[in-house]
């Protein structure tokens, strides 16, 4: 933690960076909301954020209206 810190990072993605490349690899439309559901950044005094219980639904609501905006501007493809 302490070396991403120095290099001026605040969090770290584990999941989603893969999935993005391939995307632009192949060159195809592809997004991924993040957000957090625990954090590691004190291990002596672990957060675990209620796992991001609180923000699921926010989160199904804002993809959503992403996809609908897509649609709307003729951006969507096959979901």
Do not use: P
């Not at 810190?5 to 995307?23: D, N």
């Not at 639904?57 to 951006?75: I, M, P, Q, R, Y």
């Amino acid at each position: 933690m302490a070396y991403r810190q120095e290099e001026g990072c605040s969090v770290v993605e584990m999941e989603c960076s893969a999935l993005a490349a391939v995307a632009q690899l192949r060159g195809i439309l592809w997004g991924q909301l993040l957000f957090t559901a625990d954090t590691l950044a004190d291990v002596e005094v672990y957060d675990q954020r209620n796992w991001g219980a609180d923000s699921f639904s926010f989160a199904l609501h804002l993809c959503l209206e992403v996809l609908n905006t897509l649609e709307k501007d003729g951006k969507a493809t096959d979901f």
